[in-house]
Antibody, heavy 125, light 108 residues
Framework: EVQLVESGGGLVQPGRSLRLSCTCS????????MSWFRQAPGKRLEWVGF??????????EYAASVKGRFTISRDDSKNIAYLHMNSLKTEDTAVYYC????????????????WGQGTLVTVSS | ETVMTQSPATLSVSPGERVTLSCTTS??????LAWYQQKPGQGPRLLIY???TRATDISARFSGSGSGTEFTLTISSLQSEDFAVYYC??????????FGQGTKLEIK
């Protein structure tokens, strides 16, 4: 069964950094773009960003709310996607999810067919 | 940014009933719309994509329709495992990908 497992969440002070991991299994990880989303308490799901596969240059796109502070990377040898979060703000408090594109074709007109269970990040002093 | 609006916010229904959930977008998304189901403590589960195509292993009691700015998700006969929150998401006009605020199905 295809599986994505997020880890690395926790309590962090404003202005500090945190790295989340998304460990993937039972599919060819390197063929897929990987995305990150978040859901703050009582709010709708919000797209954070994605990284294309190496076949498409491993380029990234980010939401305006995190651009310049968050960075997505990937280690295809370990089947892990990362979300590096810097200069954290209280409004970054949320459950963070990683997800896989439904297909390996980089047309970006694709939903997200497999999601992890999420990891909670709390930004508070 | 394409704003997604779902209605109703909450729907109280009995098992066996047929329900229809609505999603409206602020600008056309063609047929590039998906529906997800989310249960407490879990990530979203893809149900429908391209407005009307069922995802892998999704029961035929789930169906989607619509195009442009008006979409619906219908569940033909509610089962106990269907009580959850449902989200629509557009993937036509990005960045950003955007989601509705969700419709919660609760047991009457």
């Amino acid at each position: 069964e295809v599986q994505l497992v997020e880890s690395g969440g926790g309590l962090v002070q404003p202005g500090r950094s945190l790295r989340l991991s998304c460990t993937c299994s039972h599919f060819t990880f390197g063929d897929y773009a990987m995305s990150w989303f978040r859901q703050a308490p009582g709010k709708r799901l919000e797209w954070v960003g994605f990284m294309r596969s190496q076949a498409y240059g491993a380029t990234t796109e980010y939401a305006a709310s995190v651009k310049g502070r968050f960075t997505i990377s990937r280690d295809d040898s370990k089947n892990i996607a990362y979300l590096h979060m810097n200069s954290l703000k209280t409004e970054d408090t949320a459950v963070y999810y990683c997800a896989r594109d439904r297909t390996t074709v980089n047309i970006r007109l694709d939903p997200f067919d497999v999601w992890g269970q999420g990891t909670l990040v709390t930004v508070s002093s | 940014e394409t704003v997604m609006t779902q209605s109703p916010a909450t729907l109280s229904v009995s098992p066996g009933e047929r329900v229809t959930l609505s999603c409206t977008t602020s600008q056309s998304v063609g047929k590039n719309l998906a529906w997800y189901q989310q249960k407490p403590g879990q990530g979203p589960r893809l149900l429908i994509y391209d407005a009307s195509t069922r995802a892998t292993d999704i029961s035929a009691r789930f169906s989607g329709s619509g195009s442009g700015t008006e979409f619906t998700l219908t569940i033909s006969s509610l089962q106990s495992e269907d009580f959850a929150v449902y989200y629509c998401q557009q993937y036509n006009n990005w960045p950003p990908y955007t989601f509705g605020q969700g419709t919660k199905l609760e047991i009457k």
